[in-house]
């Protein structure tokens, strides 16, 4: 089997995408149901309802638990991993989001006083994810890889 049918054929990889995959499109219409707005460019973004990092996380341990064991090293390492990949979405990078808020409302601020010359771009705010988002995404992930490796089998 070459490298390429080895990738292809990697059900792992592939559930994990699948579940980030999922997340997205659930985010795109998420945005259309709550706001009536469609924005499939929300598809590409970060942040928001649900975490697609915490289902791609997820769906990859469960997928590893159910094939190669709970109690096996590599499950451990993937349950690390996807431990902290959702403790940095509502840590780290939600943080930020705050921060970036705070600094679009302060550069505002001083456009309204400094007028000419001033002109910064608004800095990203919607980086992270609270805990709901990160649960929601999580609750994906374990969904689809119960989806690949248990039914689909």
């Known amino acids: 089997m070459s490298w390429w049918e080895a990738l292809l054929g990697n059900r792992w990889l592939w559930t994990a995408v699948i579940a980030s995959t999922s997340a997205q499109l659930i985010k795109v219409f998420l945005i ?38 709970f109690g096996s090293p590599i499950f451990a390492v993937a349950a690390v991993f996807g431990s902290i990949v959702m403790y940095d979405a509502t840590g780290v990078r939600h943080s930020s989001g705050v921060q970036a ?6 550069i505002q601020e001083l456009k309204d006083v400094v007028r000419e010359g001033f002109a910064p771009q608004p800095i990203k705010v919607l980086l992270g994810h609270t805990y709901l988002e990160v649960a929601v995404g ?3 992930g374990v969904g689809v890889g119960l989806i690949s490796f248990r039914v689909l089998r």
């Open 101 to 106: 808020k705070l600094l679009n409302e302060l």
């Open 138 to 140: 999580f609750l994906i």
């Open 32 to 69: 259309l149901l709550l706001t009536g707005r469609w924005r499939p460019a929300a598809f590409m973004e970060t942040g928001g309802m649900p975490s697609s990092h915490s289902a791609m996380v997820a769906a990859i341990c469960t997928g590893i638990g159910i094939t190669q064991g």
